[in-house]
């Protein structure tokens, strides 16, 4: 009986009732430091200025969430597939932590409606979503610990919202399948990755390009060299095994 009472009273001492209440219908989170989730989904193009200096986004809790999220996704895999290598591990892992994976999540998860955002929210390669999605992360475990953290992750977005044996069969790693490609039909690929910087982000873009001598098959961006180089790769896989331009990757 109880914990029939504690919510309502909780909710009478808690300032932004609305959001509380969004973070446990939507969200299926009891928030205890509820300050932690607003910061969460407080871009940094939205950033709130105080007069000595300091700025507050949710950059710093994406930073821990994403370690966070990391951890527990290794652990998860290392446990439910005992005889797998490492390679296999850690491509599991890639797969479901790849960034446009987790825009995907987020929006699934409602986090798009949450987030407070000054910039375009359609400027994908901002990654506005997955972000928001890994500073949640971030404040969860911050308010509740690593245990309570590895159990949301787990029992609720796992089990819910990424199905594993499609990604078992999904492929990744594009840029060794172009690459091998052109060894195999004796042609130069070429990839060409340049950083971008906007006045609202500080950190880099990455955009890249793949090209068969002047002929443009792909083109990414990612917020790492490798993440731009893969999904300019995956455009170039698709464009070729879909128009017919060059002979089908196999």
């Known amino acids: 009986m109880i914990q029939y009472l504690i919510h309502p009273i909780k909710l009478l001492f808690t300032p932004n009732k609305k959001f509380y209440l969004l973070l ?43 370690a966070v999220l990391d951890a527990v996704i290794a652990d998860y895999l ?17 797969k479901i932590v790849k960034r446009a994976n987790l825009d995907i999540l987020a929006r699934e998860l409602g986090i798009d409606y949450l987030i407070v955002s000054k910039t375009h929210r359609n400027f994908h390669k901002k990654h506005l979503y997955g972000d928001a999605f890994e500073a949640l992360i971030g404040a969860i475990y911050l308010d509740k610990g690593f245990k309570k953290t590895r159990k949301y992750i787990i029992n609720y977005v796992l089990k819910n919202y990424i199905n594993l044996e499609e990604l078992l069969s999904k492929e990744t790693d594009y840029k060794s399948r172009i ?25 880099p873009t990455f955009i890249a390009h793949v090209k068969i001598s002047d002929q443009l098959l792909g083109s990414g961006s990612g917020k790492s060299k490798k993440e731009a180089e893969q999904n300019a790769a995956e455009q170039a896989y698709y464009c070729v095994i879909t128009t017919g331009q060059t002979t089908t990757i196999k």
Do not use: C
């Open 78 to 94: 290392f446990k439910k597939f005992p005889r797998k290598k490492e390679g296999f591990l850690t491509q599991m892992r890639s």
């Open 179 to 203: 690459i091998e490609w052109g060894q195999k039909n004796k042609v130069i690929i070429l990839l060409e990755t340049t950083e971008e910087y906007t006045e609202i982000e500080q950190s």
């Open 24 to 66: 446990r219908n939507q969200l299926k989170l009891t928030p205890g430091k509820l300050k932690l989730y607003e910061i969460a989904f407080l871009h940094r193009s939205a950033s709130i200025s105080f007069y000595d200096g300091t700025v507050v986004n949710n950059e710093r809790l994406e930073y821990l969430g994403d």
